[in-house]
């Protein structure tokens, strides 16, 4: 019978209402925002690069076989400028035709392809690391708009209790109105009042929505998913150490320019090699031989650039110059990373200073709306009077609730500034 009302349950009521019951929090977003995000896919494709430029590289030590051909007519020929008695000595034809079959082998290239293999390896993780710093720059927007909602749905509430505080005060000056106690324009002003928050309400409603799409957007998820959410626990350590993953950049890009000059070196390197080639053609290897012949031949080799006119030594010193460029950008970043931090922390000082007045306010703030509404009850103020305290206290309501979820963001936004979000 248990069963049979839980799959009526699950029948009546779709999945996403019942998912949204369940606390969302903070990291939940970021990292859903993250498996959304087109740029994910990248990691997989740099890794599917890296494969196939490898097993290219792995090709250096396998033979290298071309299949030749050629057919030429040239003016002249060698010949023997000799007659022997009872003797022809044969000559070439002008015409010759030649049919090969080329094969290199590489026995050592200088390290080469190792050198091209840590390339391309330094290569791909500068490029999985670049994306890396492109998911982190994600949970800035997914912050944002969390925190957003949250602000949101305070100011709601707040709005929901002013309502209310209204509709009693309308009840009250309504039978005052029918005892002829207070003059009609007095209730108008209270009315006035309560469309205007109404009004109000509908606009924080909207941009919830409209926050919560956004949200949405971002995670690949139902907006009923976020209809619970959680704020998180900050962390109030100010002395956060520095792990943004854009400094692993600037290493990664290091050691792609230190692969690359690797690279340069490794070509200067002597080279050894077999090679042989088998053909058949007219005349083949002799030269005396008129007529179409089988031939082949093997040997050893070697190359060495032994002079490149320091062109390997220049480049080296443009990649040197490189890396004191990325030097450059790595210490532009951590000045600028620092000039944040510092401005992080002057701000979460700030909003700490205003929270510990706010609840002063609100208390005062309370009282005086507490005595405008005896007076109001009484006639001795008027309802404009009544309204401009009550809007006091409920202004100082929401920046008690604003700086909390300002101070609670701040913190987040600080340790997101470091990397240690």
């Given at each position: 019978?248990?069963?049979?009302?839980l799959l009526?349950?699950?029948?009546?009521?779709?999945?996403?209402?019942?998912?949204?019951?369940?606390?969302?929090?903070?990291e939940q977003c970021q990292?859903?925002?993250?498996?959304?995000?087109?740029?994910?896919?990248?990691?997989?494709?740099?890794?599917?690069?890296?494969?196939?430029?490898?097993?290219?590289?792995?090709t250096s030590y396998l033979p290298q076989v071309n299949l030749n051909g050629q057919a030429t007519y040239q003016s002249d020929v060698t010949k023997?400028?000799?007659?022997?008695?009872?003797?022809?000595?044969?000559?070439?034809?002008?015409?010759?035709?030649?049919?090969?079959?080329?094969?290199k082998q590489t026995i050592w290239d200088g390290g080469l392809s190792k050198a091209k293999e840590l390339l391309n390896n330094a290569e791909n993780a500068?490029?999985?690391?670049?994306?890396?710093?492109?998911?982190y720059q994600v949970k800035?927007?997914?912050?944002?708009?969390?925190?957003?909602?949250?602000?949101?749905?305070?100011?709601?509430?707040?709005?929901?209790?002013?309502?209310?505080t209204l509709n009693e005060r309308r009840k009250l000056l309504e039978s005052a109105l029918n005892n002829g106690m207070v003059l009609s324009s007095e209730l108008d002003q209270l009315l006035a009042e309560l469309i205007k928050t109404e009004q109000t309400v509908i606009e924080l409603q909207s941009n919830k929505e409209t926050v919560l799409y956004a949200l949405s957007i971002l995670t690949g998820k139902t907006t009923e998913q976020f209809k619970n959410l959680v704020l998180p626990i900050e962390s109030t350590n100010a002395n956060l150490p520095l792990k943004r993953p854009e400094m692993d950049l600037f290493s990664k890009q290091n050691e792609l320019l230190s692969a690359n000059s690797d690279l340069l070196q490794k070509q200067r390197n002597p080279k050894l090699f077999g090679f042989g080639q088998a053909g058949y053609g007219k005349?083949?290897?002799?030269?005396?031989?008129?007529?179409?012949?089988?031939?082949?031949?093997?040997?050893?080799g070697f190359s060495w650039n032994v002079f490149d006119w320091k062109t390997t030594s220049r480049q080296k010193q443009i990649i040197k110059l490189q890396q004191d460029m990325v030097q450059t950008k790595q210490d532009a970043f951590v000045r600028n990373i620092d000039l944040a931090t510092d401005q992080q922390n002057k701000q979460i000082n700030q909003i700490s200073e205003l929270l510990k007045t706010d609840q002063q306010l609100i208390t005062i703030r309370g009282r005086i709306t507490k005595t405008s509404a005896s007076k109001l009850e009484n006639g001795t103020i008027t309802t404009a009077d009544y309204i401009q305290d009550l809007n006091a206290e409920t202004t100082a309501r929401l920046m008690l609730e604003t700086h909390k979820i300002?101070?609670?963001?701040?913190?987040?936004?600080?340790?997101?500034?470091?990397?240690?979000?």
């Open positions: 019978m248990k069963t049979i009302k009526f349950i699950a029948l009546v009521f779709p999945v996403h209402l019942l998912m949204a019951q369940e606390a969302v929090t903070l990292n859903w925002a993250r498996e959304n995000h087109p740029t994910l896919k990248q990691l997989d494709l740099y890794q599917q690069i890296l494969d196939l430029k490898n097993e290219n590289n792995a023997i400028g000799i007659s022997l008695p009872n003797m022809k000595i044969p000559t070439v034809d002008k015409d010759q035709y030649k049919f090969y079959l080329d094969l500068g490029n999985l690391q670049q994306t890396e710093v492109e998911l800035e927007k997914v912050n944002q708009f969390f925190f957003t909602s949250f602000l949101i749905q305070e100011n709601l509430k707040i709005m929901e209790t002013k309502t209310e005349p083949g290897l002799n030269m005396l031989n008129n007529s179409f012949d089988t031939y082949y031949m093997v040997g050893l300002q101070l609670k963001e701040a913190w987040i936004k600080l340790a997101n500034i470091r990397g240690n979000q």
